[in-house]
Nanobody, 123 residues
């Protein structure tokens, strides 16, 4: 069974930075896409960023383009989300997700989810 464990969340002031990490178990990590989603209180879970199995292609929701960077190290079964210039509206629980194919960006493209890590940005 695949397990995803996120870390790196916390409280930061607006304009600050955080780096989220997601460690995955399982031998097929390098063959599937990985992504980050987030869910703010009272809102639906939304896509934030995704990366192909090889790491060669990435995609972002418009609201984080130019501020967030997704990356992965397949040798470590780990995916990262570097978040810079954080804004209060980035406050949410961030979830790591494991894909079912080498590429995907929708919730149905992912079949394993982490427990989430809280990111709070104060103004």
């Amino acid at each position: 069974q695949v397990q995803l464990v996120e870390s790196g969340g916390g409280l930061v002031q607006a304009g600050g930075s955080l780096r989220l990490s997601c460690a995955a178990s399982g031998r097929t990590f390098s063959s599937v896409a990985m992504a980050w989603f987030r869910q703010a209180p009272g809102k639906e879970r939304e896509f934030v960023a995704a990366i192909t199995s090889s790491g060669g292609t990435t995609a972002y929701v418009d609201s984080v383009k130019g501020r967030f960077t997704i990356s992965r190290v397949n040798a470590k079964n780990t995916v990262y989300l570097q978040m810079n210039s954080l804004k209060p509206e980035d406050t949410a629980v961030y979830y790591c997700a494991r894909g079912t194919t080498p590429w995907g960006t929708g919730p149905r493209d992912f079949d394993s989810w982490g427990q989430g890590t809280q990111v709070t940005v104060s103004s």
